[in-house]
């Protein structure tokens, strides 16, 4: 599994340095300004995240990287032992969810130094539920600070209602019989999301998230509400056939768990406005599609993984075949995603080079348009933003340029000298096996700009 992994993730390692989008506007600057930032921001409210990054940054982006390309298969070894410690599905389906999890070609966009953050709050959350399901006392409390920890990512306070079921199931014995040793505990999960939620935010207005991007609104709670309860009716169906004293095959189990688990991670973005239509759900796995979105996808890769055991449990007479090709499926895609954002970050320093090469031409102030014909090689089909462009401007030339794609307002109002014309002069296929991407850069006067 491990080399399968390597396989599938190795040009995320080999984009050590890459920078994308927001990354460009904080860690392109160095790690005191990334400090000063996160200490500042008003919807950035992890606790200490500009202190430990900054110190991460200090040896270099690939650090970061580094961490995210390690940090994702324990997450799998973690999901790997929760299961394994319910004791209600056999080793071998275990062992394909935690592959499939590995594997699932969502959530490219952890390429990001921006989204380091993320991988990091669901190591601590996975390792926060492994270790409150020990029996040893300190252990338990190690994974509720853990836990309490991860939840000041906010979509992470709807997904410990998958916690309190763990919990729930892991004690279902002592549930009934010895209430009093299991409801303390559960009370103390169920306070931690109504915490973080309202209290901490009243008591600490900094960590309180108050954009746009994290704002519910009464028709998108409604939208999430009626997609949870669809994706929960097979796990409701299941719950009321059990009580019954009805067993239901494993393949249903397992759909069942996927399906709701996939409601529990969905849930948070839906309320805020991501995921409105069906295809939104689907181009976060396409190679060529859906620029960073695949970020909202950080806990849906659980529910997906389930749902791929419970696809490749419905054909039990040909499970090893089933299992090959949701793997080989897996591998492709990610191997297409990753390669992509590493041409991504190939024209970036040619780009960047091309623009050294003719710094001298540049003045204090200028303003420049940017007419980018290599897009081919932006990866999934993303426009790259124009703070990116102006980073990497200012890295070329030490210059403060302000730099916009081709538009008459900004031609008025910013008056740029030059339109910088970016053309390829290969195709992506002999640039990822050559291994460098090269660039024709051009600059043209714009007079007309000027008057």
């Given at each position: 599994m491990?080399?399968l992994y390597v396989?599938?993730?190795?040009?995320l390692?080999?984009?050590?340095?890459?920078?994308?989008?927001?990354?460009w506007?904080i860690?392109?600057?160095?790690p005191e300004f990334?400090?000063?930032?996160f200490a500042t921001c008003e919807?950035?409210?992890?606790?200490?995240?500009?202190q430990y990054e900054?110190?991460?940054?200090a040896?270099?982006?690939w650090?970061?990287?580094?961490?995210?390309?390690?940090?994702w298969?324990?997450?799998?070894l973690?999901?790997?032992?929760?299961l394994?410690?319910?004791?209600?599905?056999p080793?071998?389906?275990?062992r394909?969810v935690?592959?499939?999890?590995?594997l699932t070609p969502?959530?490219?966009?952890r390429i990001?130094?921006?989204n380091?953050q993320?991988?990091?709050?669901?190591l601590?959350?996975?390792l926060?539920?492994?270790l409150i399901?020990?029996r040893?006392?300190?252990?338990q409390?190690?994974?509720?600070?853990?836990?309490?920890w991860s939840?000041f990512?906010?979509?992470?306070q709807?997904f410990m209602?998958a916690t309190?079921?763990?919990v729930?199931i892991?004690n279902?014995?002592a549930?009934?019989?010895s209430?009093?040793?299991?409801v303390?505990?559960?009370?103390i999960?169920?306070?931690?999301?109504l915490?973080?939620?309202?209290?901490i935010p009243?008591l600490?207005?900094?960590?309180?998230v108050?954009d746009g991007?994290n704002?519910i609104r009464?028709t998108?709670l409604?939208r999430?509400?009626?997609?949870?309860v669809?994706?929960?009716?097979?796990?409701m169906?299941?719950?009321?056939?059990?009580?019954?004293?009805?067993?239901?095959?494993?393949?249903?189990?397992?759909?069942a768990?996927?399906?709701?688990?996939?409601?529990?991670?969905?849930f948070?973005y839906?309320?805020?406005?991501?995921?409105p239509n069906l295809?939104?759900?689907?181009?976060?796995?396409l190679?060529d599609q859906s620029?960073?979105?695949?970020?909202?996808?950080?806990?849906q890769?659980?529910?997906?993984?389930?749902l791929?055991a419970a696809?490749?449990?419905?054909?039990?007479m040909?499970r090893a075949?089933a299992t090959a090709?949701?793997?080989?499926i897996s591998i492709?895609l990610n191997?297409a995603?990753?390669s992509?954002y590493?041409?991504d970050s190939?024209?970036?320093?040619?780009f960047i080079a091309e623009?050294?090469?003719?710094?001298e031409?540049?003045?204090?102030?200028?303003?420049?348009?940017?007419?980018?014909l290599?897009?081919?090689f932006?990866a999934?089909g993303r426009?790259i933003?124009?703070?990116?462009w102006e980073?990497m401007?200012?890295q070329?030339?030490?210059?403060?340029?302000?730099?916009?794609?081709?538009a008459?307002?900004f031609c008025?109002?910013?008056k740029?000298?030059y339109?910088?014309?970016?053309?390829?002069t290969s195709?992506?296929?002999?640039?990822?096996?050559?291994?460098s991407?090269?660039?024709?850069?051009?600059?043209?006067?714009?007079?007309m700009?000027a008057?």
């Amino acid at each position: 599994m491990l080399l399968l992994y390597v396989l599938s993730h190795a040009f995320l390692v080999l984009s050590w340095n890459a920078l994308f989008w927001d990354d460009w506007m904080i860690y392109s600057r160095g790690p005191e300004f990334a400090q000063h930032f996160f200490a500042t921001c008003e919807r950035c409210g992890i606790p200490l995240r500009g202190q430990y990054e900054a110190h991460l940054l200090a040896a270099g982006p690939w650090l970061m990287h580094l961490l995210v390309f390690l940090m994702w298969p324990v997450c799998g070894l973690l999901l790997e032992r929760i299961l394994t410690s319910l004791e209600i599905w056999p080793r071998e389906i275990i062992r394909t969810v935690a592959a499939a999890f590995v594997l699932t070609p969502a959530y490219g966009a952890r390429i990001a130094l921006i989204n380091f953050q993320y991988t990091q709050a669901l190591l601590l959350f996975l390792l926060g539920i492994w270790l409150i399901l020990h029996r040893q006392r300190v252990a338990q409390i190690i994974g509720l600070i853990f836990l309490f920890w991860s939840l000041f990512v906010p979509s992470f306070q709807v997904f410990m209602v998958a916690t309190i079921l763990i919990v729930a199931i892991k004690n279902r014995h002592a549930l009934f019989n010895s209430p009093q040793r299991i409801v303390p505990g559960l009370l103390i999960l169920i306070a931690f999301p109504l915490l973080h939620r309202y209290a901490i935010p009243n008591l600490y207005p900094s960590l309180k998230v108050v954009d746009g991007y994290n704002t519910i609104r009464p028709t998108f709670l409604m939208r999430a509400l009626l997609v949870s309860v669809l994706l929960f009716i097979p796990a409701m169906w299941m719950a009321v056939t059990v009580r019954h004293g009805k067993r239901l095959g494993l393949a249903y189990q397992l759909f069942a768990s996927g399906s709701a688990l996939l409601a529990l991670g969905s849930f948070a973005y839906l309320a805020v406005g991501h995921f409105p239509n069906l295809s939104d759900w689907i181009l976060p796995f396409l190679s060529d599609q859906s620029d960073w979105n695949s970020r909202h996808q950080l806990l849906q890769t659980v529910g997906f993984a389930i749902l791929a055991a419970a696809l490749i449990e419905m054909f039990p007479m040909h499970r090893a075949r089933a299992t090959a090709a949701v793997l080989l499926i897996s591998i492709s895609l990610n191997i297409a995603i990753y390669s992509s954002y590493y041409l991504d970050s190939m024209k970036q320093e040619a780009f960047i080079a091309e623009i050294t090469r003719i710094r001298e031409v540049f003045r204090d102030g200028d303003a420049v348009i940017i007419n980018d014909l290599a897009r081919d090689f932006n990866a999934r089909g993303r426009g790259i933003r124009a703070y990116e462009w102006e980073a990497m401007i200012r890295q070329a030339t030490g210059l403060d340029i302000t730099a916009d794609a081709e538009a008459l307002t900004f031609c008025v109002e910013e008056k740029p000298r030059y339109e910088i014309t970016i053309l390829p002069t290969s195709g992506r296929l002999k640039a990822l096996l050559a291994n460098s991407v090269r660039l024709q850069v051009s600059l043209t006067e714009l007079s007309m700009c000027a008057t």
